[in-house]
């Protein structure tokens, strides 16, 4: 796997926050409201810890007011209808409006500022007139912030709020690293704190202050980095049927779809572990004790499923991610968590970030081996998009295999092994592939030849039952979709009710099952869990829960841990083969890790 070189560690520039303190001068915009309270709270702590100054802003809408009073003058009753009155009221009016609101937004910064006291830390107060939002946004592109302190709800919060409005537009426009308070009663001493990982270097600069977070208040830090193996199921059911003939074999359908399937996938994982892999290289560098964990499925789905069992003090990620582009306000992983985490997030906004602070993996990133020429003219007559990651996997499987160089016969066996029969017959690997397929053209109309395979699958009626019970209608075509090509994959008869288990759960889509609590593991137990690569093992956790709450089992010991298992091995075997050692160590009988 090749990835994205960054230079020397003494070629990196530190920035000021590395060296010194982490956050120097923080804007409160305060309204009373509960959340923000909890926001001085913690904003009060930072400060302690880092000298910081604090800046209390209130922002009061007069003019807003004024304009809504003109707006009323017509519903007034008649004797006020005179210009005499009407002039008469608008200056009580305005002088009402005008003093009560600044004697309102002064109130609420002499509530600050008694914190303040009470913590011998001195508040600076800020009044402004206008829109809320584009005020505080103004202040905080003109000013030298380096973190802004908000509730994410204010006191027009209901039932359906997801996030209160002006914390969602300031969040927008402005670049400045911003706390969105969201619980009551939580601290960052002694806390925990997930951090989301993906290749950006925005992340990276998000996981270097989450450890110094941790350095300072005595946390605990868990990185999660996610992939989404089962987009493409979604995308090449949509445009299944809605290319042409000809559009068909320009795209090359088929073979797009079992290269993405079988290659591109399974290269997001590595891509994923390698990113796990840095942020625990940092971690060792920085001093501080860090887990990591892959979650397979719609990245900010399943991080916020994460917290929904978890319950972390503190969620860190970065404004944007691998994606961004220039113009850009936020990534959409960010904006789903900020609107729909419940847990207080800090959105990082990184917006110094360069290449370099993402961290070289010399240990994962190998040196490329040799090619004979021959072989290196097969493995470009794969598609141009799947070369790379078809070259890395023919390479990690030679190397697995003790060899330090590829030729024409090792690359043969590897490529039957990794590519789907469409991608063979592409790359010309079997003549009697292409004798089949002669036939075929000759045997079939234009349109039979454009659908790629029959999708008709026999499914047990318990099968049945599960899907059309706990997967919501909208999903349950794709879900489906993936359960077939799952089981025939797997070279299954006919889906069944295992197949549906592991693939919904996987897709995200596990229905009236919710949020599970975790199932007690004996001692016995949790060592044969061990066995499992460090990377895989609490999806694989979830994976022997789920299977054993089906069987009824209500606790886990050694040997139900050791046949469930060989039950999610043999689940992934298809895949295992082609991944060169895909969850290894889960193999059942009490088989030794790799074995």
Not at 70 to 84: H, I, M, S, Y
Not at 200 to 210: D, E, G, N, P, T
Not at 565 to 582: H, I, T
């Amino acid at each position: 796997m090749t990835l994205t070189p960054a230079p020397t560690a003494e070629a990196t520039p530190a920035r000021s926050w590395q060296s010194g303190p982490l956050y120097r001068k923080l804007l409160i915009p305060t309204d009373n409201s509960e959340m923000c309270h909890e926001g001085i709270s913690w904003a009060i702590e930072f400060a302690r810890e880092w000298e910081a100054t604090l800046v209390g802003n209130h922002v009061y809408a007069a003019r807003l007011h004024d304009d809504r009073f003109r707006q009323l003058e017509v519903g007034l009753p008649a004797r006020f209808q005179t210009d005499e009155e009407i002039t008469r009221q608008r200056k009580i009016h305005d002088k009402l409006i005008e003093q009560g609101l600044i004697l309102i937004s002064d109130s609420f910064l002499d509530v600050l500022n008694k914190r303040g006291e009470e913590n011998n830390l001195k508040i600076e107060r800020k009044l402004m007139e206008g829109i809320h939002f584009e005020q505080l946004a103004k202040d905080v592109n003109s000013g030298d912030y380096d973190l802004v302190v908000m509730g994410g709800h204010g006191i027009g919060q209901v039932k359906r709020s997801q996030l209160g409005s002006v914390t969602s537009r300031v969040a927008r426009l402005i670049t400045a690293d911003m706390l969105v308070m969201k619980q009551k009663g939580r601290s960052l001493r002694g806390g925990r704190i997930l951090v989301c990982v993906d290749s950006s270097a925005y992340c990276f600069v998000a996981l270097r202050k989450a450890l110094r977070l941790a350095q300072t208040f005595g946390a605990t830090v868990h990185a999660v980095g996610a992939f989404d193996p089962f987009y493409h199921y979604a995308a090449f059911n949509n445009i299944r049927y809605v290319l042409s003939f000809q559009a068909g074999k320009v795209f090359k359908f088929e073979e797009q779809e079992e290269l993405h399937n079988n290659i591109i996938d399974r290269g997001l994982k590595k891509v994923c572990e390698a990113n796990l892999m840095r942020a625990e290289k940092v971690a060792k560098e920085e001093g501080v004790p860090l887990t990591s964990e892959v979650l397979v499925g719609k990245p900010f789905n399943k991080i916020l499923e994460w917290c929904e069992k978890e319950n972390p003090d503190l969620v860190v990620i970065g404004r944007w991610g691998a994606h961004h582009v220039e113009g850009g306000d936020m990534g959409s992983n960010t904006e789903n968590l900020l609107r729909q985490c419940e847990c207080n997030l800090l959105v990082v906004g990184a917006a110094d970030a360069r290449p370099f602070d993402i961290p070289t993996l010399e240990e994962y990133e190998e040196d490329p081996l040799e090619w004979d020429d021959d072989a290196l003219k097969l493995i470009l007559r794969a598609p141009p998009f799947a070369q790379a990651m078809a070259k890395a996997s023919v390479e990690e499987y030679a190397r697995k295999e003790g060899h330090s160089r590829i030729t024409l016969d090792l690359l043969h066996g590897a490529l039957m092994g990794i590519l789907p029969p469409s991608a063979k017959h592409l790359m010309g690997l079997e003549a009697e592939d292409r004798k089949i397929a002669e036939a075929r053209k000759s045997a079939r109309s234009p349109i039979e030849e454009y659908v790629p395979h029959e999708r008709a699958f026999p499914w047990t009626q318990d099968a049945l039952d599960r899907v059309n019970n706990r997967v919501p209608a909208f999903v349950r075509p794709i879900a489906m979709l993936a359960m077939e090509r799952y089981a025939r994959e797997r070279q299954l008869t006919e889906v069944t009710l295992d197949v549906t288990i592991e693939v919904a759960k996987r897709l995200g889509y596990a229905g009236d099952d919710g949020v599970q609590k975790s199932m007690p593991w004996t001692d016995e137990a949790l060592v044969r869990l061990e066995r499992v690569p460090k990377f895989e093992r609490p999806m694989v956790r979830e994976m022997v829960e789920s299977l054993a709450r089906d069987a009824g089992h209500s606790a886990i010991n050694y040997e139900l841990a050791d046949e469930m298992l060989g039950k999610v091995r043999a689940m992934w075997e298809a895949q295992s083969d082609g991944a060169f050692g895909y969850f290894k160590g889960m193999g059942g009988n009490g088989g030794k890790e790799g074995s």
